[in-house]
Every structure is written in structure tokens, then in C-alpha cells.
């Protein structure tokens, strides 16, 4: 019976997702979801991919947590419209769903937006599991996770489009085996993009943005 | 009404969670749930605990993953009796459940076992709702992952009983201050101990080992 129910719970997500889409393709905005662990990054690489394609490509970003503002205010000092949910409000939910993100992009000022990025709750296993209306999903892991992510936590590299592989600066510090990581990927999704960054020191970002501004340009060309 | 569904299974979880306790306590085995997030270090900070340990404390380990048994393999190398859950078998749960923990200590030997440590899937959200029948809970987390994790991940800090501060020896090479983190974690949950450790490296385990010694000990004294 519990998973019937469950069942239920995604039937509707996925509902509410994909009036999200339509709603977002209607408004010509390119959505984002980015995924990690607590702590990998998400939104040290965000705030660092804003600062350097905001001349180029108009941005917003929703941000989820359970608790605190922080990563708002972290991202609001970018100059982009930012909007932060607490997931405590809809009972401490381990994820975003698509209904918090509808409510959320209600607040913000989506005019000329190209692309709304997501920087989801910091779990690798629920944000998985739950459609939002995006575009295309992203996985952020961090070289000090260690190799074997990719293998525990198999959905999340299956459902997402693009890894990076953060805090590559630490590399000569730590006992890690860099192909042994992309080889799990390999493993889990062939053919997947990682880019190889380091988001604190600024290393690595010219080809994660360059596949930005292609997953971006691609969806506004005519089809 | 989801809600309500949801409160069912805790309730289920709960009355199946006090029949583990009763059970390991008349077996006189202490047992101590470890969380986090993916990749902060749980189990080579148990592979070396258990190094120090085994002389004088009797261990078993039940170890959780939604997929894999890389942990499993690598604790069984330490000489104890090891299982691991893969919840991928639970409909890859985020979480060990009091019901997943009964079925997995039925797998092991627990004759003359002090302690059974639980490692838990690496999940800073979900696993602190879940009761499994433990004595207490300790939450790791890593340097790595920033100084906010406490009050963004606030009930896995209000729940636990200690907390590991993980991968010190990276400390050098990273913009983090020590102070905002053992702040953040005395707003969250005042007087709850913090053990600074690299585990990797073999760092701090004193403190930590004589707090496990006396958790056990504490329990076997008669009251």
C-alpha cells in the first residue's frame, strides 16, 4: 500500500512537471536542475557560471533548502533574481517538487529570462526522483566524495544530462583515482558530459559553459 | 492526506524500531547509528575505529547502500562481522529503516557483540527520521562540505548524540573556519560532543574512541 501511495505522489509531480514545462517553454526559459550532495559546490559553481555569462545570457535562479537563506544571499550579491524555498515550509522535504517549483517561479520576475537555473536540496538520492519541469538535469560530485559515487547512487547519474566534478584544486591532497570516477560514470551513463572544475578557484569552467550556452541556444533556435 | 500516509509508515517504523531496541538490549548489545553525507568518510572512519577497538570492544557492522557492497568489502577486511542493506531491494530507500536493520541483524552473528555500528546510507536528510533502535546516533560530516551544514540539515544535527568533524587534515588547503562550524553546530544542538578527526590520515581518534568506550560501558553497568 505504501508504495501505491508513493506512486500517487509521483503520478501528480509528474503532472505538475510537465505544466511547468509547457509554461516555461511558452516563456522561452531554459530550466536547469542542479543536484549534488550537501556540500559539493552547487552554489559556489553557480555563483561563479553567473558572474561570467550574465552579459550574454539573462539568468534567475531558484534555490531549495530545508532551512536558511543563505544560498540566496549568496547568489542575490550576482545581481540576479533569486528566489529561495524552505522545504521546512512543506514539511522538510528532501527535494524540490514541481509544485514548489511553480509556486516559487511565481515570485520571481521572469521577463527575458533565458535561463532559470535550479540548485536543488543537497541530497544524491530523492532530487532524483522527482521531475520539475526542467530542460535538463546536472549532477555536481566532489573530488573528496570519493570514486564510487557514481556506482551507490546509480539514479542520479542515469537521470542527469551533464556531470561536474567539483574541487578538482584538491586533487593533490587527497588519494584519488580521477579515471576510476569517470570510468563509474562510464559505467552508469555512457556518453555522459563531466566537466572537470574547480568552482572556488575558477579552473575548468570554459567548456561547462560552452555546453550552457549551447543547451541554451539550442532550445530557442527554430525547430 | 499524504501526510497522514506518511505519519502511518513512522508510526509503523517506531513500534517496529522499539522492538530492535528491546531486542539488542537484552542481548546487551550496544548499537550506534552513523549518517551523513555521500562521501564524508563513515566507513574509513570505521575501518580505523574498528582497528583500535577490536582488542577490547566486540563489533559487528551493518552497513547501508542503496546499491553496491564496496563498503561491506571493505569493512569485512577489518576481521568483523559485517552485512550490508542494499535498499535497492526496498525500492532503493534513502534510508535504513527499523524493519530493513531487523531482517540484516538476523543475518549476522552477534554472539559476544559490545557494539553493532549502523552506517547508514549517505543521506544528511532522510535517515534522521527514521528510529532504527539504536543507543544513540552520530552525524560525520567533512570539512569539505562547508561550515553551514548544521543549519541548513538541522534535525540530522538536533537528533544525534555526537558529531565527527571529518578530513582536518585538509584543513591547509581550504578557506574554512573551524569556529563557524562548532558555532553552528552549538546553536543546532548545544553540548553535543565534536570529535575532530581525519580519518584517512589517522588523526584525533582518542577522544572519540574513549566517548565510544564509555557509550558502551555505560550500557553493560548494571542501573
Redesign the interface.
Known sequence: M??K??RK?LDVNERMAQQNREYFTKQGIYVLNIMS????GKTTLLEKTLARISSEIKSAVIVG????T?DADRLAKTGVSVVQVNTDEF??D?HLAAHVIEKAAGQLDLKGIDLLFVEN??????PAEFDIGENAKVVV??V???E??P?????MFRVCDAAVLN?I??LP???YERNAVLENIKKVHPGMPVFEISA?KGIGFEPWIKWLRNQVNRKKAPR
Do not use: A
Request: net charge negative; charged share 20%; aromatic share 4%.
Open positions: 505504501e508504495i501511495v508513493v505522489v550532495s550537501p556540500g559539493s533548502d530545508i532551512c536558511t543563505n514539511g522538510g528532501c536540496v543537497g541530497n544524491l538520492v530523492c560530485i566532489s573528496t566524495e570519493g564510487d559515487k556506482l551507490k547512487y546509480p539514479l574541487k584544486d584538491l591532497y587527497l588519494d572556488t
